[in-house]
Structures are given as structure tokens and as C-alpha cells.
């Protein structure tokens, strides 16, 4: 018997949709190992988005203008990275209680910012605000939506003490997609991770926050 014929049609159509996913040019995304224990059904998507070359064309902010900057005044060709994340499709064909469907999509994104945003009040609302506006600009209809907004202080000791101290932004989140139909939820978590990376465009209204490079 042929392994694809243990796999539920829903999923399989689900799979399609992810293969049609029109993603942001500047990420660079990859399958992952799912995890075995959260679904009878997973896949699961790695992603991350890297400082453009010198020769780019897009208008930048955040942490791609500085590292870009950066980069100008020196001969490492080494790449920076700007923003990392994971994109998780969970199905479970007896439904959960949990999740309201048979389906929950989980990500999680990083990005490391400027050490004064470590003390903005709206940091976590911003973040989580970029995950709503851009699941709303690509039309991904969805239903039972959480998450936790983290920073995280990182701090270097001894004889790395003269490491500077950085401040990342992580974005746990999950929720449930209206139909199996995952395409646009896909395609919203590109632009998500993009924007966290601080590359444009940014849903309208929305301010960048200041990133720095990581060394």
C-alpha cells in the first residue's frame, strides 16, 4: 500500500494549497521536520530572510538599511541575518476542541531588535498587530486566533563582555483556518516575517520598529 494512501484527502488538499503559496522573494523557506506529537498530520516550513546585496533595488528600513549600510564599508560578504521563523500545519481528522476545526496552523518568528525598543510598552502589540493586519490584507479567513509576544534580553559576561547586549522580539502564534485552503495563511506569514525582518511594504498605518544588526 502506498504511504500516501494513509493520509487524509483534506491534508493532501491542504499540501496543494501550501504549493501554490506565492511567497515573499526575500525569504528564503525550506520543509523542516514536523513535530510527531502535536497532530496525527503535520508539516512543518522553516524560513528565514537575510540582508539584501549591495545591488538591491528596494527601498529598506529597519535592520536591512543598517546592515546593508554596514556591509558597504566592509569586504565580508558574510550575509546578515534579519528575521527567522517557523510555519507549522497541524490536522487532525477527528477534529479538536481546542483548536474549533481539524486543522491549526502554529509559527513562530523572530527578530532581533534595537536594545532602547526593549522597553517599549507597544512592542507586543505591534507584533501581534502585524500578524492580524497581514492575515486581513490576504483575505485568510480564520477563527480562534492567540498568541504571546516575548522580548528577550540577551546579555554576554567574562571574556565575551564586550559582546553589545541585544533585545530579540519572538512571536508565538496560532490559529485555525476557515477550510483547508491555506494558500493566503501562508502567504500572510511571508509578509509577516518579512516585516518583522523590516523590509517594506508594511500594512498601511504601521510604523517600523528600529532593528540592529546582529554581529
Same mark, same amino acid.
Given at each position: ?100 476545526? &481539524?486543522?491549526?496552523?502554529?509559527? %513562530?518568528?523572530? =527578530? ?8 517599549? +510598552?507597544?512592542? *507586543? #502589540? ?9 492575515? &486581513?490584507?490576504?483575505?485568510?479567513? %480564520?477563527?480562534? =486566533? ?8 540577551? +546579555?554576554?559576561? *567574562? #571574556? ?9 522580539? &519572538? ?45
Amino acid at each position: 500500500m502506498n504511504a500516501l494512501d494513509q493520509v487524509p484527502p483534506d491534508f493532501l488538499h491542504a499540501l496543494g494549497t501550501l504549493r501554490k503559496a506565492q511567497c515573499r522573494k526575500e525569504l528564503r523557506l525550506a520543509e523542516i521536520p514536523a513535530p510527531a506529537r502535536l497532530a496525527p498530520f503535520a508539516v512543518a516550513l522553516g524560513a528565514e530572510v537575510m540582508a539584501p546585496g549591495t545591488g538591491t533595488a528596494t527601498p529598506l528600513h529597519g535592520p536591512a538599511a543598517m546592515a546593508l549600510a554596514s556591509a558597504a564599508g566592509t569586504v565580508d560578504d558574510d550575509e546578515t541575518e534579519l528575521a527567522t521563523g517557523r510555519f507549522i500545519l497541524l490536522h487532525d481528522p477527528d477534529g479538536s476542541a481546542v483548536w474549533d476545526g &481539524e486543522f491549526r496552523i502554529v509559527t %513562530y518568528i523572530r =527578530a532581533e531588535l534595537e536594545p532602547d525598543m526593549g522597553n517599549d +510598552e507597544m512592542l *507586543g #502589540t505591534v507584533a501581534w498587530t502585524w500578524l492580524v493586519e497581514a492575515l &486581513e490584507n490576504h483575505k485568510a479567513q %480564520y477563527r480562534a =486566533a492567540g498568541g504571546t509576544a516575548t522580548r528577550v534580553l540577551s +546579555e554576554s559576561f *567574562g #571574556t565575551l563582555a564586550e559582546r553589545p547586549g541585544s533585545i530579540d522580539i &519572538e512571536l508565538r502564534a496560532s490559529w485555525t483556518p476557515a477550510s483547508p485552503d491555506v494558500t493566503a495563511h501562508l502567504e500572510a506569514w511571508s509578509d509577516m516575517v518579512c516585516t518583522f525582518a523590516g523590509l517594506p511594504p508594511l500594512p498601511d498605518g504601521v510604523t517600523p520598529l528600529p532593528h540592529r544588526r546582529r554581529n
